[in-house]
Nanobody
Framework: QVQLVESGGGLVQAGGSLRLSCAASGRSFSSLGMGWFRQAPGKEREFVARITPNGRTTYYADSVKGRFTISRDNAKNTVYLQMNSLKPEDTAVYYC?????????????WGQGTQVTVSA
């Protein structure tokens, strides 16, 4: 069973940057496609970005393309989300999770998430 712990959120002004981290337990991390998701107040959780097990291929939601970068370090069992040029509409709780290969569909249990708040 993989457990996920997100961190790195906070309060930032519009145009600023944050780097989120997601630490995963378990020895199977390097074989897992991973993704970032977010949920804003009153809205459904949505896909943000995903990365293949070897880290060579990434895919982004249109709303974050060109501003966010997903990466991973399999030696540290960690996936990252570098967020630049943040906008108030990026405000949400951010989660990581496993993703079904070739899709944006998450599976497995969720971590507690990390809050990102972007002020105008």
């Amino acid at each position: 069973q993989v457990q996920l712990v997100e961190s790195g959120g906070g309060l930032v002004q519009a145009g600023g940057s944050l780097r989120l981290s997601c630490a995963a337990s378990g020895r199977s991390f390097s074989s897992l496609g991973m993704g970032w998701f977010r949920q804003a107040p009153g809205k459904e959780r949505e896909f943000v970005a995903r990365i293949t097990p070897n880290g060579r291929t990434t895919y982004y939601a249109d709303s974050v393309k060109g501003r966010f970068t997903i990466s991973r370090d399999n030696a540290k069992n960690t996936v990252y989300l570098q967020m630049n040029s943040l906008k108030p509409e990026d405000t949400a709780v951010y989660y990581c999770n496993r993703v079904v290969a070739g899709t944006t569909s998450p599976y497995g249990s969720w971590g507690q998430g990390t809050q990102v708040t972007v002020s105008a």
